[in-house]
């Protein structure tokens, strides 16, 4: 919804479709929409979606973070073949009205529809849109969760399941209240081993479960606001933890609001999606419904007419000076509520200069809340598409950027911060690399330091991550400077001399070998190769330096695994007879031996490992892509 919301900010009658799963989608499937889809085969099952010249994407499709966008369907074309219904064993997604009607609790049919339709819908793909955590990277996702949601409507219109402090239509209510972070961690570490506990510290994250914060009706959720931290896996803003176990960033993000519907106005709750058509509590509809679910009237307007009159009084709002005048007047006056002050942004005409004047002149007033000045910053370079104006501006408003990175607010701070890095401005660079030379900062730590600076990396840089690789004690510092080297190939030696130092910590070989691979992915598929099959003093399978390895080894191999899957050069892998004895070690080991080889999240789950670990999984992958 919130990039549904983004989207009607340019054009107001888009809206994010849905591919249905279970039916055949000619229409989807297309190089003229999300991508012609071609057969997984084997050693080149990865393969890019086809897409038409005149279709954006197809100058999306080689840019994207985990490099070029891949997608093939493993078993039937879902462009023209029909449901995946019970005809294909355990890949098959169940057909919606089996979904739909599923068991009539939300618990239980959040679990069934998770792994009947959800999990498999992601399943009939290889690439990136199986992959989890990179799926989001390709378009399509948004459509199979725009489906997802769809299903959730529809299974609550079939039991009427709308009241969100019912048990039945969400099972866990109120706030949560349990453990969290470093008390967590105390009580688990009196139990842990000392690998264990330094495997943890190093990883600085714990596995959530559904009876965790962010699952319970009334939490906030990240990263529109939270009552304290989130945890999450593998979501680290930067590589210093600070003294936080698990630490995510409370960044500044506003829900947007929209011509339709008001709410949510404040936090984003779980809560908050339950009644999505306002069948229960007056002014809760989020503005959005579906093409085969019916609106609902119950003793007022259907919320269609509700959207059109907020729609009209916008559009008028939009035209009338005075209305428009009213609103900045709000904005501006200091003894209006943060809330009301914040609340009336949206109603103002984005594309006057008097509004980014205005911005400008809160942003430079310090007695101005560091909450309105972030949302306010973030109208300012929504403004560079939408205002005219804007480049007149431009000027102050990075001066203003200049003035905060300095500021008392921490995530004012950062804000301003990445915004001049990104645009590669002098001044905020030459503030950092002043920060990266102090013994202790008073403004920004040396990783975030480090990861600012890496966004527009200079040559003048890789000398001072060089030297800070060198001179510095605190792993997170080192492993952060080896990561900024990767665009500087007079580095290409020191990173090739890291990430085959035994004695060095894998953490870094690991973001040395990154590093290495973006400047030369040849030498460094050969150095991982050659890793692989040499064993480090192994007392146990050859892989590994003994037979219970440490979580953050089995981290480094697998990142080597998984090179060689997908960027290594096939013609030398199938003559390498070492390496493809190696990874048949790992497959061959028997269920109690593979249970060691845990990656850092798998050592920190709280689930039971029942199947073959990552690790084996991306051995017997790349086992596949040889043969």
């Known amino acids: 919804m919130h990039l549904e919301r983004e989207l009607q900010a340019i054009i107001p009658y888009v809206t994010i479709p849905y591919w249905k799963f279970d039916e055949k989608a000619e229409r989807v499937f297309t190089s003229k929409f999300i991508g012609e889809t071609e057969r997984s085969d084997g050693a080149s099952q990865e393969k890019p979606p086809k897409f038409n010249k005149m279709n954006p994407l197809v100058n999306y499709i080689e840019h994207t973070v985990w490099g070029t966008l891949q997608r093939a369907y493993r078993d039937r074309n879902p462009a023209n073949q029909d449901t995946f219904e019970e005809t294909n064993g355990k890949r098959d997604v169940l057909t919606e009205k089996r979904i739909v009607n599923g068991p009539d609790s939300f618990e239980s049919w959040a679990t069934f529809e998770e792994y009947k339709s959800h999990n498999r819908a992601h399943n009939v793909f290889t690439g990136l849109v199986a992959d989890v955590g990179k799926d989001p990277i390709d378009p399509l996702f948004f459509m199979m969760h725009s489906n997802v949601d769809r299903l959730w409507a529809k299974w609550q219109q079939t039991y009427n399941r709308f009241d969100g402090n019912q048990n039945e239509t969400y099972p866990h209510q109120k706030k949560y209240t349990g453990k969290r972070g470093e008390e967590w961690v105390k009580e688990w570490a009196q139990n842990a081993s000392e690998e264990d506990l330094k495997s943890f510290n190093d990883a600085g994250f714990y596995r959530v479960t559904n009876k965790d914060i962010g699952n319970y009706a009334e939490d906030t959720l990240w990263p529109w606001g939270m009552d304290f931290v989130l945890s999450r896996p593998m979501r680290k803003w930067s590589e210093n933890w600070d003294s936080e176990v698990g630490r995510v960033p409370q960044i500044e993000i506003e829900f947007p609001k929209s011509a339709t519907s008001n709410y949510p106005s404040g936090p984003i709750t779980v809560k908050s999606a339950i009644d999505y058509q306002d069948r229960l509590n007056n002014k809760t509809h989020l503005g959005f419904d579906y093409d085969d679910i019916p609106y609902f009237d119950h003793d007022r307007k259907p919320s269609t007419d509700i959207a059109m009159e907020h729609l009209k009084d916008n559009d008028q709002f939009q035209k009338n000076p005075k209305k428009h005048n009213s609103a900045l007047l709000i904005l501006n006056n200091k003894k209006n509520n943060l809330a009301v002050r914040l609340n009336v942004i949206g109603s103002i005409d984005e594309t006057s200069e008097v509004f980014l004047d205005t911005i400008l002149d809160i942003i430079a007033d310090p007695s101005d809340p560091a909450e309105l000045k972030a949302e306010l910053i973030n109208e300012m370079l929504a403004a560079k598409r939408a205002n005219r104006f804007f480049p007149s501006k431009k000027s102050r408003f990075f001066n203003q950027l200049r003035g905060l990175i300095k500021d008392n607010n921490k995530n004012l701070r950062l804000q301003a911060i990445d915004i001049l890095a990104s645009s590669e401005d002098p001044v905020v660079q030459e503030f950092l690399i002043e920060e990266i030379k102090k013994e202790k900062s008073d403004f920004i730590s040396a990783p975030d330091a480090i990861f600012f600076l890496r966004q527009s990396p200079k040559p003048q840089h890789a000398k001072l991550f060089i030297e800070l690789f060198n001179q510095s004690k605190d792993t997170n510092v080192r492993k952060s400077a080896i990561a900024g080297l990767g665009n ?35 030498m460094m598929n050969d150095l991982a190769t050659e890793i692989l099959i040499n064993p480090e003093s192994s007392d146990g399978i050859k892989l590994f330096r003994s037979s219970i390895p440490n979580a953050d080894e089995v981290d480094f191999k697998a990142g080597l695994l998984n090179m060689l899957t997908f960027t290594g050069d096939l013609n030398k892998l199938k003559g390498n007879n070492e390496l493809k004895a190696t990874l048949n070690e790992v497959i061959e080991q028997s269920p109690e031996n593979r249970s060691n080889f845990k990656s850092s999240i798998e050592v920190f789950s709280t689930e039971v490992l029942s199947g073959p670990t990552i690790l084996e999984q991306m051995a017997s992958k790349l086992l596949d892509r040889i043969k």
Not at 494 to 508: A, C, P, Q, R, T
């Open 488 to 522: 500087d190939p007079g580095s290409l030696e020191l990173l090739k001399k890291v990430v085959l130092d035994g004695n060095e910590d894998f953490k870094i070989r690991e973001a040395s070998a990154l590093s290495l691979h973006n400047l030369n992915h040849e």
